[in-house]
């Protein structure tokens, strides 16, 4: 794929590299100066104190509040990826279908949850549903049905536009093969549309592994309850215990999004943006540029 | 339409999930008669889901695996007193805003968690105690002279948890002081230490735990003139009063025998704080 | 069912109501400059200039905005000391919404970067050949065009922003879902009631923001 960013600017001579040099050199020297700064306001003001990190070199510390935390989040971030996945599939499809009285409630369901904030959704599935259900929803399951819907919802219109991005000659072979509808979907469409897709989807999925994060509303014991709220109860360290936890939130979603990157490139195999390029030159890759950041 | 569907579907999951987890938890719809409300279950389960607090020092915090505190000493004692053993005791972190719907949810058998008594919450759950009376106070820097009582707080900066009563009683009757809200008081407390609250309000009994700690040993004072008083009561549902009575007998054992007392020494009374003593006299919240 | 008769509750719903919009507005300017001024940094010639870029997309898309407030407020707020207003509300409104643009942020630049990607080479190589500079040639040429490309993930973006701005909730803001939790512990019964409207007025907001970003995206798009 040939790539705007790269040809933005001309290979540097003489004058421009001594100046790019001098911007380099200010620029660098403002952000360390930056970074000692804040460096030194933290020394000022005792957060580097050695009490408040020596919990830190504890084993305690980590067995018993942080990769507790850490397993409830990765728990909770699984169940609801698998999922947010199926929900993903079941309704982009359901919005395509031919009969309107699938595809509207489809498409208001899909409208409606993408647009409610996911902290009212997982207070309401743990605090008002019981009363609906006359029974208790676990902090768990509040957190994983919200997240499923929301980012369900989020994943079936990235769905909806991978499907509508496959090349028209796809379906109309398989229809000429004399493949039913469900067929067509099932093995033309919604494979190729979930690969073109594959870095939105993974890109969406670090925004659910985040957003596990606002179980503590319902008190589920994940990373940032654990990690930061009880773990700075035991040792008044809450800054210093916040700084951890975003590390580690930090390294699992490189990862994540490492993996997506890394999945893109595999996803760009030989056949299917050939295919795309002969036909419709930009649209799988404009879908996915849409879908990339349809998140947050 | 849809929506429904889906809220049942993924409801039924989840009462599945729950009840699978409860165990032999029969259900929330015949909490009338005795044999199925507290009484009933710790007879034929041997099994008691407590909700405790997990962030108060001295009252119930969570120290990794286990729970510790006042509190959680006084489930305990009432788990003991309705034959269940130390094992058989579930704990369950509660926060300030879901006690209520815990219980009526059957998410817990008891709350006990600095659960104050009035009549707001009356209407939902019921009381057993008060086994503690507690008061809001203020906690202050150690040097501090010019906050005294809640009457000095106009244009102070306060903290305090959103949804509590103390947040509650200093926006209605205290409207001059300027409220700083979060989901807990741990977050209250280095904004104290850095100047950029002047006082850290909620029971008495809460804020000496804290300034107990070791992190904060000496920095801090509790301002010590109570302006309201707080009966501390365990929250069980409000069909309940066979349980409600149950466990008002087992207070009132509790503190003839010494148990009540050992319960202090063991936790609020390792800083040197006076056991108090609990007055039989008020077991008397329980529905008719 | 007389949740809403009471006109304190409704007061404090449509206060909620304002706090979010003036949290997203004034995040969504915010964002939008810094977000460009990233782009432009990660596609500049300037190794340590892409470096910034690329180390304030990769830290703060990938840290959950929870903790990015709480920063806001325990790091540049208490222990360094920035004090953006007197007024403790409007102090903690003022932190919301640094914390907001900042991750807000990462995510127009990763969308603005995107867009430049749709802009054909061949743009860029001719304004090259003309002698514009780096800076020129983004701004004259490679934005513009970039920015109708850009409109409907900015739209998705906006939307996101909309509804993360009830975590600034989590310091102290009393905007809607904060609002909301209040009301639905002390009227449980109406739970229902109280979240339908809530979300109501997201979904009412939202959605026709969703179709309008649509729309503007298919009337702006470049047909190449």
């Known amino acids: ?296 | 339409m849809r929506i429904t569907r889906v809220v049942a579907v993924a409801a039924a999951a989840a009462l599945s999930f729950t009840v699978a987890a409860c165990g032999g938890d029969d259900g929330d719809s015949s909490g009338g008669s005795s044999a199925s409300g507290i009484i009933g279950k710790a007879e034929s389960s041997k099994k008691l889901i407590i909700g405790v607090k997990s962030d108060q020092p001295g009252l119930g915090l969570q120290t990794g695996s286990t729970y510790e505190g006042f509190d959680v000493e006084i489930g305990k004692i009432i788990a003991k007193g309705l034959g269940v053993e130390e094992s058989g005791i579930e704990w369950k972190t509660t926060t300030t805003p879901n006690r209520e719907p815990f219980i009526q949810q059957g998410t817990v058998d008891l709350v006990v968690a600095t659960y104050t008594i009035n009549d707001e919450r009356k209407q939902k759950i019921s009381f057993a105690g008060p086994y503690y009376v507690a008061g809001q106070d203020l906690l202050v820097k150690a040097d501090n002279t010019d906050i005294t009582g809640p009457e000095s707080l106009a244009g102070k900066k306060v903290c305090s948890v959103s949804g509590s009563t103390p947040a509650k009683r200093i926006q209605t009757d205290y409207p001059q002081a300027q409220l700083q809200l979060f989901d807990a008081y741990t977050k209250c407390l280095p904004l104290l230490e850095n100047g950029q609250v002047d006082a850290v309000t909620t029971d008495d009994i809460i804020l000496a735990g804290y300034a107990a700690q070791d992190q904060y040993a000496g920095k801090f004072k509790v301002v010590g003139k109570p302006f309201s008083s707080e009966p501390y009561g365990i929250g069980l549902k409000k069909e309940d009063a066979a349980g409600c009575k149950k466990i008002n007998e087992i207070l009132a054992a509790a503190a003839a025998d010494g148990s009540y007392k050992a319960a202090w020494e063991k936790t609020l009374g390792k800083s040197g704080a006076p056991a108090p003593t609990l007055d039989t006299s008020k077991l008397t919240h329980c529905p008719a | 069912m007389d949740v809403f008769s009471d006109p304190r509750n409704l007061d404090a719903t449509v206060s909620g109501f304002l706090w979010i919009l003036k949290l997203t507005g004034a995040s969504a300017v915010l964002a939008l400059v810094l977000g460009v001024l990233l782009a432009a940094m990660r596609v500049s010639p300037i190794p340590v200039l892409r470096l910034f870029g690329a180390a304030w997309v990769n830290i703060f898309r990938n840290t959950p905005l929870t903790l990015i407030i709480f920063f806001c407020y325990f790091g540049l707020y208490s222990t360094l000391g920035l004090t953006l207003s007197e007024d403790l509300v409007r102090n903690i409104y003022w932190l919301g919404v640094v914390g907001l643009s900042t991750y807000t942020a990462a995510f127009v630049c990763e969308a603005v970067r995107s867009g430049i990607n749709t802009v054909p080479p061949g743009q860029a190589e001719a304004a090259r050949a003309i002698g514009l500079t780096f800076a020129q040639t983004l701004r004259i040429v490679v934005l513009p065009q970039a920015g109708r490309a850009v409109v409907a993930p900015l739209g998705s973006i906006l939307i996101a922003l909309c509804k993360n701005s009830t975590i600034v909730g989590t310091i102290g803001l009393m905007e809607s879902s904060s609002v909301m939790k209040d009301l639905i512990n002390s009227y449980g019964n109406a739970g229902i009631l109280i979240f339908a409207v809530f979300a109501g007025v997201f979904a009412l907001l939202l959605i026709p923001t969703g179709y309008f970003f649509g729309w503007l995206a298919n009337r702006l798009a470049v047909r190449r």
């Open chain 1, 1 to 296: 794929m040939s790539n705007t960013t790269s040809v933005l600017y001309d290979h540097p001579g003489p004058r421009a590299r001594i100046r790019n040099r001098i911007l380099t050199v200010v620029f660098g020297v403002a952000i360390l100066a930056l970074l000692w700064w804040i460096y030194r306001r933290f020394d000022e003001a005792g957060q580097w104190d050695g009490n408040l990190w020596r919990p830190f070199g504890e084993t305690t510390t980590w067995t018993q509040f942080i990769l507790s935390g850490l397993r409830a989040t990765l728990f909770a971030a699984a169940a609801g990826m698998a999922l947010s996945l199926a929900f993903g599939v079941v309704f982009s499809v359901g919005r395509l279908s031919d009969h309107w009285w699938i595809r509207i409630p489809c498409g208001a369901v899909v409208e409606f949850f993408r647009a409610v904030p996911l902290l009212l959704m997982i207070f309401f599935i743990f605090y008002a549903v019981p009363f609906l259900i006359k029974a208790p929803v676990s902090a768990f399951w509040a957190v994983v049905i919200g997240l499923t819907l929301y980012n369900g919802s989020v994943l079936a219109e990235a769905f909806r536009a991978g499907i509508r991005a496959v090349p028209r000659g796809q379906s109309e072979a398989a229809y000429a093969l004399g493949m039913r509808k469900t067929l067509v979907m099932r093995h033309i469409l919604v494979p190729q549309a979930a690969r073109s897709m594959l870095p939105v989807i993974v890109s969406q999925l670090v925004v659910l592994l985040k957003d596990t994060a606002l179980g503590y509303i319902v008190a589920y014991p994940e990373l940032l309850q654990r990690g930061v709220n009880d773990l700075s109860a035991n040792f008044g360290n809450v800054v210093a215990a916040a700084i951890v936890v975003a590390l580690i939130y930090i390294v699992i979603n490189s990862l994540l999004t490492l993996l997506a990157g890394w999945l893109g490139r595999q996803g760009q195999g030989p056949r299917a943006p050939k295919a795309g390029e002969a036909t419709q030159p930009s649209a799988p890759s404009k879908a996915a540029d849409e879908g990339a950041v349809a998140t947050a």
